[in-house]
């Protein structure tokens, strides 16, 4: 059996998904503060499998006590977190808290029950602002822009020294580049609350009509059509990348993979696809550059490939399809 933390949110609802497609039982542990048990029961008629959920907070020593009491958890894979940029900038012992602190929880509880494999949620902004792309895992993690990639490189580091000190430990560090689309049923998706940080579902809500315009922070980028590239990848290719990592964990030690497809994209060029894919008009206007964003950055992917046999499969047609037929059967989300 499988713990999932944080699976009833964006990419946890669809590894959870992977996971009982690929023959895992699965238990969910989420506090709902940015997930929707809807999610979950959609998981569940899709796959036609049970899903045990229990709601509660990593940060809750006793919840998690009593979680490895009542199952028999192999191996934990673990989304709880916080990862709004700016918010991280505003609130930043919350996402320390919430993302350290509860992580630390996390771990000492599977030490108590003698559970020693997992694989985090980890991401691409730990290689820094200084880095070279594209991004290699043997590259050192750099300085972060914010408290919310610090405390990525933090968790990192956690594992990193736990690794070293104790040889009984398995775990897997997932660099996770841009995610974005959906499951192709349309049936789960992204579905933030309030204004969208991300480009992703910042275009899907300007298609379906809920926000007028999109702002393309900054034309003036060193790139090709002065946009910033980023390296988006589908959700369900991320999941499928989990359910593959899990066989690392039969061997002891500490395995860190990026997750995403080597191809950078321009924020110009998804408009564009979008509208081509979508068949809708999207406006859209330049505005200033956002602080903090970097002008481009992309995965090197070969070691995920060399050594789990994974690669992203799903093109930037199938990335946009999927999300705007996610979001057009469900222009409100869980509460449409
Ligand atoms: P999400 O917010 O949709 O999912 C996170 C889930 O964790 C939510 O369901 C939330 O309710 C739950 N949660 C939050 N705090 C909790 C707590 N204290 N106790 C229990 N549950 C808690 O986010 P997501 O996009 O699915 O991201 C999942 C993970 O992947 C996060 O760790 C995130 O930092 C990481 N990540 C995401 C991206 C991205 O672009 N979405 C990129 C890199 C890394
Ligand atoms: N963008 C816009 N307009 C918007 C939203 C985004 O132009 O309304 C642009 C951004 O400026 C950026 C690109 O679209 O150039 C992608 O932005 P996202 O916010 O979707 O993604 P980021 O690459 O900025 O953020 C991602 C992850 C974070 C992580 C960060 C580190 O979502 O978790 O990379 O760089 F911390």
């Known amino acids: 059996m499988i713990l999932v933390t944080g699976g009833a949110g964006y990419i946890g609802s669809h590894a959870v998904l992977e996971l009982l497609n690929s023959g895992y039982e699965v238990v969910v542990i989420d506090n709902l503060s940015n997930g929707a048990l809807e999610s979950i029961e959609r998981v569940e008629r899709i796959t036609n499998k049970k899903v045990i959920f229990e ?4 940060r809750d020593s006793a919840f998690l006590k009593y979680i490895f009491s009542k199952y028999a958890i192999l191996s934990v894979m ?3 977190g916080l990862k709004a940029v700016s918010e991280s900038v505003s609130s930043p012992l919350q996402y320390y808290d919430v ?5 630390l929880e996390l771990i000492k509880a599977m030490s108590t029950a003698g559970i020693n494999k997992i694989v985090f949620s980890s991401s691409a902004t730990v290689y820094g602002e200084a880095a070279t792309v594209p991004y290699v895992e ?3 993690r750099g300085q972060s822009a914010n408290p919310y990639g610090a405390s990525k490189g933090m968790v990192e580091q956690i594992f990193t020294d736990l690794a070293r000190a104790d040889e009984r430990w398995s775990i897997v560090l997932l660099r996770y580049f841009n995610p974005i689309g959906a499951h192709e049923s349309g049936d789960i998706g992204e579905d933030p609350k309030g204004v969208p940080n991300n480009l992703m579902p910042y275009i899907s809500q300007v298609a379906v009509g809920i926000r007028e315009k999109l702002t393309i922070f900054g034309n003036d980028y060193p790139t090709r059509d002065g946009t910033c590239e980023r390296d988006y990848l589908h959700v369900s290719d991320l999941a499928e990348g ?5 066989s690392m964990l039969k061997t002891p030690g500490l395995y860190t993979f990026n997750l995403g497809t080597g191809k950078p994209i321009s924020v110009l060029e998804m408009v564009l696809a979008f509208q081509r894919v979508a068949k809708v008009e999207l406006k859209y206007e330049f505005g200033k550059r956002r602080d903090g964003d970097l002008p481009a950055f992309w995965a090197d992917a070969s070691k995920a490939k060399e ?5 992203a499969k799903r093109d930037l047609a199938a ?4 999300t705007w037929n996610w979001q057009s059967k469900n222009p409100n989300g869980y509460n449409s």
């Open 138 to 140: 043997s590259m050192p």
């Open 78 to 80: 673990h989304f709880a």
């Open 242 to 246: 989990h359910v593959l990592s899990l």
């Open 319 to 322: 990335m946009i399809k999927d």
């Open 55 to 58: 709601h509660g907070d990593i």
């Open 99 to 103: 993302n350290v602190t509860g992580t």
């Open 307 to 311: 050594l789990l046999g994974w690669e």
